[in-house]
T-cell receptor, first 109, second 115 residues
């Protein structure tokens, strides 16, 4: 099946630091989505991207839709302890929906 | 609470037993999705419904799995003759509209443990 590769797999950062993570695919996506999942909960949508090259912000989060349409990036600025969780990229392809394996973020106060 | 709800939240069963999970989507959401998530992985798409019609099924959905959405509202996912490999979190999501690009809202999931 389709694979969305996320890196890094996990990150340990200090509160206040900026964070970058990315997602790549061998297939072209027309939509890229970024979700956050906390323990015991379902994923929650953070940012949706619909156009190649698009740069979209949601508070301290900024995501970009790569111009090749095969990648996307998520940045978190000035991290805080509540940013802890697993971040997934995702997108629809051929009537199915695919998620990456996630980037686990740990923030030390 | 008007979010997606799933019941039960946890289910422990013995290998070979049948289990059924229920998902209640957000009211008026016509699309409903089922996913499976194992530890350390992202959700894996299983199937989705547009109203009561099941439009797509993943190859992950073996013949032991069946999903229904009889009246286009709540949905059930049944696993027959459970195996230890079925142990996972089963997530349900719903969205409004006919496009796969519409935002999906997830429920909290049902965690299945097969002993």
């Amino acid at each position: 099946g389709q694979q969305l590769n996320q890196s890094p797999q996990s990150m340990f950062i200090q509160e206040g630091e900026d964070v970058s993570m990315n997602c790549t695919s061998s297939s072209i996506f027309n939509t890229w989505l970024w979700y956050k999942q906390e323990p015991g909960e379902g994923p929650v949508l953070l940012i949706a991207l619909y156009k190649a090259g698009e740069l979209t912000s949601n508070g301290r989060l900024t995501a970009q839709f790569g111009i090749t349409r095969k990648d996307s990036f998520l940045n978190i600025s000035a991290s805080i302890p509540s940013d802890v969780g697993i971040y997934f990229c995702a997108g629809p392809l051929f009537n199915k929906f695919y998620f990456g394996s996630g980037t686990k973020l740990n923030v030390k106060p | 609470d008007t979010g997606v709800s799933q019941n039960p939240r946890h289910k422990i069963t013995k290998r070979g037993q049948n289990v059924t999970f229920r998902c209640d989507p957000i009211s008026e959401h016509n699309r409903l999705y089922w996913y499976r998530q194992t530890l350390g992985q992202g959700p894996e798409f299983l199937t989705y419904f547009q109203n009561e019609a099941q439009l797509e099924k993943s190859r992950l959905l073996s013949d032991r799995f069946s999903a229904e959405r009889p009246k286009g509202s709540f949905s059930t996912l049944e696993i027959q003759r459970t195996e230890q490999g079925d142990s996972a979190m089963y997530l349900c999501a719903s969205s409004f509209g006919t496009s796969e690009y519409n935002e999906q809202f997830f429920g909290p999931g049902t965690r299945l443990t097969v002993l």
